[in-house]
């Protein structure tokens, strides 16, 4: 199992000093990912359901664009993977993001993970000019057109929503053919973007046994699509809280290793803090002791 873990984005440590220290410290110290949220303004109310329960951040909240936060942590690190749980397909223009990502895939020299999901809050789509009540078709043909652009050596598209042609795209990404596209969500519509235009799912806020169960629903969308599983790679979001540290680290080494017993092959570990040096001080805690536990098991 791979373990990676969300940079310091959001609060007092929203900073280049912050993100950049704890980026390098990640990387430096064998961490297997870096990874970003991504919301660009918080409307005053929300409609809709947050995965996680109710949102974290109060609207005035300092909080990095992902994209910019992802790029400068791809400047200063050199193995780690990078990725965004999850970029909102609706808060860019198609053909802007896909020149986004693949400037981002060029300056890790291919290290990105772009994991994607159609969003939640209603205000914060409508204010960027996404159809909420259409966003899974819209966010559909996001990704079509990102293949378009990133794989056709002369671009074209017709959609429902965007649609381009004869125009160039370069540079292309330096993974091939693509980043690999992490789609987020367990609805039967995630699921089958999934299996259709995805190369990874990505879940949040799942035991494991929500996790093994959801993992099954999506092994069915595969087959009923013609997919071979064995290609969907499956990835968590997981909540390191304070409460499960303060059980000690062979707590934290089984609930991970419960969710390897169903599948799950990358988490990426939660633990933004207020304070860097308690994210540096989990951090050591993950890499010197429950990484490699999780290895040797």
């Known amino acids: 199992?791979?373990?990676?873990?969300?940079?310091?984005?959001?609060?007092?440590?929203?900073?280049?000093?912050?993100?950049?220290?704890?980026?390098?410290?990640?990387?430096?110290?064998?961490?297997?990912?870096?990874?970003?949220?991504?919301?660009?303004?918080?409307?005053?109310?929300?409609?809709?359901?947050?995965?996680?329960?109710?949102?974290?951040?109060?609207?005035?909240?300092?909080?990095?664009?992902?994209?910019?936060?992802?790029?400068?942590?791809?400047?200063?690190?050199?193995?780690?993977?990078?990725?965004?749980?999850?970029?909102i397909l609706g808060h860019r223009h198609p053909v802007v993001m896909a020149k986004m990502l693949t400037s981002i895939d060029a300056l890790s020299n291919g290290r990105l993970i772009c994991g994607v999901g159609v969003g939640w809050w209603k205000e914060e789509l409508e204010i960027l000019g996404a159809p909420f009540h259409k966003r899974g078709r819209h966010a559909d043909e996001c990704l079509k057109a990102f293949k378009a652009l990133w794989t056709q050596d002369n671009p074209s598209f017709e959609g429902e929503f965007f649609r381009f042609r004869d125009v160039?795209?370069?540079?292309?990404?330096?993974?091939?053919?693509?980043?690999?596209?992490?789609?987020?969500?367990?609805?039967?519509?995630?699921?089958?973007?999934?299996?259709?235009?995805?190369?990874?799912?990505?879940?949040t806020s799942k035991t494991p046994a929500q996790f093994g169960e959801a993992a099954q629903r999506l092994g069915r969308a595969a087959e009923a699509a013609g997919r071979s599983f064995d290609t969907i790679e499956l990835s968590l979001r997981f909540g390191l809280t304070d409460e499960l540290l303060a059980k000690g680290p062979q707590a934290v080494i089984d609930t991970l290793a419960a969710y390897a017993r169903v599948g799950c092959r990358h988490i990426v570990l939660e633990f933004r803090r207020d304070d860097l040096a308690r994210m540096l001080e989990i951090l050591g805690l993950v890499t010197s002791t429950v990484q490699p536990a999780l290895a040797a098991a």
């Open 1 to 87: 199992m791979d373990l990676g873990c969300h940079l310091p984005t959001q609060g007092p440590l929203a900073t280049r000093e912050a993100l950049l220290t704890f980026a390098r410290e990640a990387d430096t110290r064998g961490l297997a990912s870096l990874w970003v949220s991504d919301h660009v303004i918080f409307p005053r109310t929300a409609t809709g359901n947050y995965p996680g329960g109710r949102f974290p951040h109060p609207p005035d909240k300092p909080y990095l664009e992902a994209v910019i936060a992802l790029t400068a942590a791809a400047a200063v690190t050199t193995r780690a993977r990078i990725g965004a749980s999850v970029f």
């Open 168 to 203: 160039g795209f370069a540079p292309k990404p330096v993974q091939q053919p693509h980043p690999p596209l992490w789609v987020g969500g367990d609805s039967a519509g995630a699921f089958r973007r999934v299996v259709t235009l995805g190369d990874g799912w990505h879940a």
